[in-house]
Antibody, heavy 120, light 109 residues
Framework: QVQLQQWGAGLLKPSETLSLTCAVS????????WSWIRQAPGKGLEWIGD???????NYNPSLQSRVTISVDTSKNQFSLKVTSLTAADTAIYYC??????????????WGQGTLVTVSS | QSALTQPASVSGSPGQSITISCTGT?????????VSWYQQHPGEAPKLILY???NRPSGVSNRFSGSKSGNTASLTISGLQAEDEADYYC?????????FGGGTKLTVL
């Protein structure tokens, strides 16, 4: 059974860069896509982007100018960077799997979430 | 892109059935049979309960079912149980990126 474990800094200042990493264990890293999704406090979910083991990435158009998702296949890890942070980026950030077995943009396994707070 | 529209809250008594709607446009819900639903308990990550409108992942109760008509998808929970009290989110494929609903809080009375 696939497991996702994520980590990264939780308190950042405006204009700084968010950096999170998600490690995948239990198989399937080479067959699936891997996503980042965020949830502002008390709000709904927002897809940030995804990547596969080849480094093919897709981004939410609303965030694309500030987001980079990268992959390290030697460690079965993928990472998220978001630049030019503002208070509006305060959210719980989740990593998640998109299994190739299912249809488009289906997220069946999730990391534990990381609360990122942007405050001066 | 605007979020998909869900009712803010629904409620039901144990044993009853409830339905949560998810309304979009012909560019998302209405255009593709790629609607999924997630259950989220407080303090936890979302859990996939339905995908491709009405398919259940292994291990998800058959009390959860889905349907779609036009630009509106629906999640039905039958035989309501106390453990079903949670937030529910729909999601739809679009040609740009997946879109989520604003979420519906289900209260089991």
């Amino acid at each position: 059974q696939v497991q996702l474990q994520q980590w990264g800094a939780g308190l950042l200042k405006p204009s700084e860069t968010l950096s999170l990493t998600c490690a995948v264990s239990g198989g399937s890293f080479g067959t699936d896509f891997w996503s980042w999704i965020r949830q502002a406090p008390g709000k709904g979910l927002e897809w940030i982007g995804d990547i596969n083991h080849r480094g093919t990435s897709n981004y939410n158009p609303s965030l694309q100018s500030r987001v980079t998702i990268s992959v390290d296949t030697s460690k079965n890890q993928f990472s998220l960077k978001v630049t030019s942070l503002t208070a509006a980026d305060t959210a719980i950030y989740y990593c998640a799997r998109e299994p190739s077995l299912y249809g488009y943009y289906v997220f069946d396994s999730w990391g534990q979430g990381t609360l990122v707070t942007v405050s001066s | 892109q605007s979020a998909l529209t869900q009712p803010a809250s629904v409620s039901g008594s144990p044993g009853q059935s409830i339905t949560i709607s998810c309304t979009g446009t012909s560019s998302d819900v209405g255009g593709y049979d790629y609607v999924s639903w997630y259950q989220q308990h407080p303090g936890e990550a979302p859990k996939l309960i339905l995908y491709d409108v009405n398919n259940r992942p292994s291990g998800v109760s058959n009390r959860f079912s889905g349907s779609k008509s036009g630009n509106t998808a629906s999640l039905t929970i039958s035989g309501l149980q106390a453990e079903d009290e949670a937030d529910y989110y729909c999601s739809s494929y679009t040609n740009a990126s997946p879109l989520f609903g604003g979420g519906t809080k289900l209260t089991v009375l």
